[in-house]
């Protein structure tokens, strides 16, 4: 344990404990839970972010959505609107959040809705989209007014919750004990080739009871997308130089990623969700032009794509190369068939109720 979490752990202390009541009056049944006559998947952590729930959740839209009718339902985090709102064709990453306007974007035939108040946002759901038949709540593991059928817990390989402190010490926003909610705990962000002795090590580490599924992920990325048509320039296979800026949590992945494109990789980091001002857009630019170099492009994450487009920011960055890399999750081995089997077995199992 380092100093800054030595010196911060009182304070970790009281808000451990502060969480851990707030758990067991929920457990005692003092705090209400509400249950809903619909399939409910939860996505969600015990971090503060950074653990890949936005394409696990795209994961699961796409394995529903040619036999469901599909809904997400998230806070809509870094939104300037407040209260339930539907996506619709002027939805945006101001409207709704950026990682459900990228759900609304990518995924026109499903229902996108965010509400703080997620048992407010069910409800409206189902009376808007009255043959909506899955729901899936994003970011949703300590919203425990509303109790998901089907919980989902992300960790990231490299930041097991197991190894990491309760905020402000670490990042945690609860104890590790709160992993015993979920039915399934995914581990992410898994380098692309996982020895059987790594999965028993990460197992044993977790401690999980036997009736959770414990599955191991990894990211897929997809080709280099222009930000807009005006930076559709054909793309090339080595680059002399790339700068990578993002407001994420965790930016470490793409990093490596793009490191096959061009061996010379500067990266911009901004908080995660941030909102990029004229002034941070000035020193994204200055930082490419300085650049020496004619081979050079510009690349962020899709979450930071949907931010700028909604502050339409597509004529600063005309004059450049400018891409964004969509990621996706992918499981390993068998992992895949499990996940799914899972997944569609809870939902099979409530429509035969």
Request: with cysteine; hydrophobic share 40%; proline share 4%.
């Amino acid at each position: 344990m380092n100093i800054l979490r030595v010196i911060l752990f009182p304070l970790a202390v009281v808000y451990g404990l502060v969480v851990g009541i707030r758990n067991k009056l929920f457990d005692w049944g003092i705090l209400p839970q509400r249950s809903h006559p619909i399939p409910i998947i939860g996505i969600g952590n015990l971090s503060l972010g950074g653990t890949g729930k936005t394409p696990l959740t795209e994961y699961i839209v796409r394995l529903l959505q040619t036999d469901y009718s599909i809904a997400t339902l998230s806070r809509g985090y870094g939104r300037k609107t407040k209260g339930f709102v539907l996506a619709d064709e002027n939805a945006n990453a101001f409207i709704l959040g950026d990682e459900s306007a990228q759900y609304a974007t990518k995924f026109p035939n499903i229902a996108v809705a965010v509400d703080a108040n997620r048992n407010r946002g069910v409800d409206m759901l189902r009376k808007s989209k009255p043959n909506l038949e899955v729901i899936l709540l994003d970011d949703a593991f300590q919203h425990r007014y509303i109790r998901a059928g089907l919980s989902i817990l992300l960790t990231d390989f490299y930041h097991l919750y197991s190894d990491d402190y309760i905020f402000p010490s670490g990042t945690l926003r609860e104890s590790c004990s709160g992993a015993k909610r979920a039915d399934i705990v995914v581990v992410t962000k898994t380098p692309a080739v996982l020895s059987p002795i790594t999965r028993r090590r990460i197992s044993q580490a977790l401690k999980l009871k036997n009736k959770q599924l414990l599955l191991f992920s990894k990211i897929d990325y997809g080709l280099l997308t222009p930000f807009s048509n005006l930076n559709s320039n054909p793309l090339k296979k080595q680059y002399s130089h790339i700068l990578l800026f993002t407001g994420i949590a965790n930016n470490y992945p793409l990093q490596d990623h793009l490191r096959q494109f061009s061996s010379d990789l500067s990266v911009l980091t901004f908080s995660d969700h941030h909102d990029y001002t004229e002034n941070d857009i000035r020193q994204i630019l200055k930082a490419f032009e300085d650049i020496f170099s004619k081979n050079k492009i510009l690349v962020t994450t899709e979450k930071d794509a949907m931010r700028l487009k909604a502050q339409q920011s597509h004529s600063a960055f005309k004059e450049i190369p400018f891409y964004y890399v969509p990621i996706f999750t992918a499981f390993h081995n068998g992992d895949q068939e499990k996940f799914s089997k899972a997944i569609k077995g809870y939902i099979g199992g409530m429509y035969k109720k």
